[in-house]
């Protein structure tokens, strides 16, 4: 088998310690593994493999020899190197928000829209992960009945905003249980034992960027311009996964247990849904499971074709880092 010289842009964020785990747990053909990031980390170690692989400082030689480059060290990292690297051969897989409504540029999900991989012209790009595990649970709708209409609200852990915020939680938490001051850095309010209905700027509509992605990243996927979106992104005081309660309306009626039976045979799918019992996703339950789950399935009381869920997933695998490796695997 063809080995590939692999670069991480990012290697030392939240997102790209975990690509650098996946590229390894999923047994990558890799024959030379470079981790890139800012000045601030250049000489610190990371293991691959049984090897310490030492952090090399970002620059515009970097992709010499480097046959595919994940890149997640946000959006101005991307808009200045993604091109160097294409213009020495490399394929990107753009984990940053940099390309993804350029319209020469696939945004890619494997279980929704691996047909439009092939249009590449060097860059793909990664969704934003509240974008991923929604179309990723919608998709056998679509596929099923149609989707006229989609009304969902995020609740979104603080690894998606990076390594900063991991830490500002759990200092805020530790401030607080011992009666001290919260001290504020990353996020304009306090995050632990709060919730912030702000994720990313604002824009001239009133709406966040982050609900603005998910709107315009799920049309792209879905290559249907007309479902109607509308959108609300929270934070909320979780170290790991994104939860989200969606509403949609179908074109046609769907019963529930025809719902579950699809979900049931889905890959990439895991089916939560026992109330009885008191089962459903979790956010903790994401740092177990890779697949997206999904559960409280109910139909809307008044809409016959409307129906609610609640979707969670691992927003720094599946909403990313496992994301950009399954995109890989299917490149090469
Ligand atoms: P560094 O650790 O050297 O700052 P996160 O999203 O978890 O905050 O991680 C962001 C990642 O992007 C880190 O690996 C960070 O490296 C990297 N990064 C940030 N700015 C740059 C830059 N200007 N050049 C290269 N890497 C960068």
């Given at each position: 088998m063809?080995?590939?010289?692999?670069?991480?842009?990012?290697?030392t964020?939240a997102?790209?310690?975990?690509?650098?785990?996946?590229?390894?747990?999923r047994?990558?053909?890799?024959?030379?593994?470079v981790?890139?990031?800012?000045?601030?980390?250049?000489?610190?170690?990371?293991?691959?493999?049984?090897?310490?692989?030492?952090?090399?400082?970002?620059?515009?030689?970097?992709?010499?020899d480097?046959?595919?480059?994940?890149?997640?060290?946000?959006s101005?990292?991307?808009?200045?190197?993604?091109?160097?690297?294409?213009?020495?051969?490399?394929?990107?897989i753009?984990?940053?928000?940099?390309f993804?409504?350029d319209?020469?540029?696939?945004?890619i999900?494997?279980e929704?829209?691996?047909?439009?991989?092939?249009?590449?012209?060097?860059?793909?790009?990664?969704?934003?992960c509240?974008?991923?595990?929604?179309?990723?649970?919608?998709?056998?709708?679509l596929?099923?009945?149609?989707?006229?209409?989609?009304?969902?609200?995020t609740?979104?852990?603080?690894?998606?905003?990076?390594?900063?915020?991991?830490d500002?939680?759990?200092?805020q938490?530790?401030?607080?249980?011992?009666n001290?001051?919260?001290?504020?850095?990353?996020?304009?309010?306090?995050?632990?034992?709060?919730?912030?209905p702000?994720?990313?700027?604002?824009?001239?509509?009133?709406?966040?960027?982050?609900?603005m992605?998910?709107?315009?990243?799920?049309k792209?996927?879905?290559?249907?311009?007309?479902?109607?979106?509308?959108a609300?992104?929270?934070r909320?005081?979780?170290?790991?996964?994104?939860?989200?309660s969606?509403?949609?309306?179908?074109?046609?009626?769907?019963?529930?247990?025809?719902?579950?039976?699809?979900y049931?045979?889905?890959?990439?799918?895991?089916?939560?849904?026992d109330?009885?019992?008191?089962?459903?996703?979790?956010?903790?339950?994401?740092?177990?499971?890779?697949?997206?789950?999904?559960?409280?399935?109910?139909?809307?009381?008044?809409?016959?074709?409307?129906?609610?869920?609640?979707?969670?997933?691992?927003?720094?695998?599946?909403?990313a880092?496992?994301n950009?490796?399954?995109?890989?695997?299917?490149?090469?």
């Open positions: 063809n080995k590939f010289n692999v670069a991480v842009v990012g290697a964020g997102v790209g310690r975990e690509m650098v785990k996946i590229l390894d747990e047994k990558f053909p890799i024959k030379d593994l981790l890139l990031a800012s000045e601030r980390s250049a000489g610190e170690t990371i293991n691959f493999r049984k090897k310490e692989l030492e952090v090399q400082e970002l620059n515009t030689s970097s992709f010499e480097i046959d595919i480059a994940l890149f997640s060290a946000g101005s990292v991307s808009k200045k190197f993604v091109p160097i690297a294409v213009k020495n051969g490399t394929i990107v753009d984990n940053s928000s940099a993804r409504m319209s020469h540029v696939p945004l999900v494997p929704v829209n691996l047909g439009d991989l092939k249009k590449h012209n060097g860059i793909i790009a990664n969704p934003n509240s974008t991923i595990q929604m179309v990723v649970a919608l998709k056998p709708i596929d099923e009945v149609g989707i006229n209409r989609i009304i969902v609200s609740y979104q852990s603080v690894s998606g905003t990076g390594k900063d915020a991991i500002e939680l759990a200092e938490s530790s401030q607080i249980l011992n001290k001051k919260p001290v504020r850095k990353v996020y304009p309010h306090q995050i632990a034992f709060n919730i912030l702000h994720i990313d700027v604002f824009e001239n509509n009133g709406y966040t960027k982050e609900e992605k998910l709107i315009h990243e799920t792209k996927i879905f290559g249907n311009s007309k479902i109607k979106i509308t609300t992104a929270a909320v005081p979780v170290f790991y996964g994104h939860s989200e969606v509403y949609l309306e179908t074109k046609k009626q769907i019963t529930i247990k025809k719902l579950k039976n699809i049931l045979k889905t890959k990439g799918i895991k089916l939560v849904d109330i009885d019992n008191s089962k459903y996703p979790l956010a903790i339950m994401s740092e177990i499971y890779d697949d997206v789950m999904i559960g409280r399935l109910r139909k809307d009381l008044t809409e016959p074709n409307g129906i609610n869920m609640w979707i969670v997933a691992n927003n720094l695998r599946k909403g880092a496992l950009a490796v399954q995109i890989a695997e299917l490149l090469i």
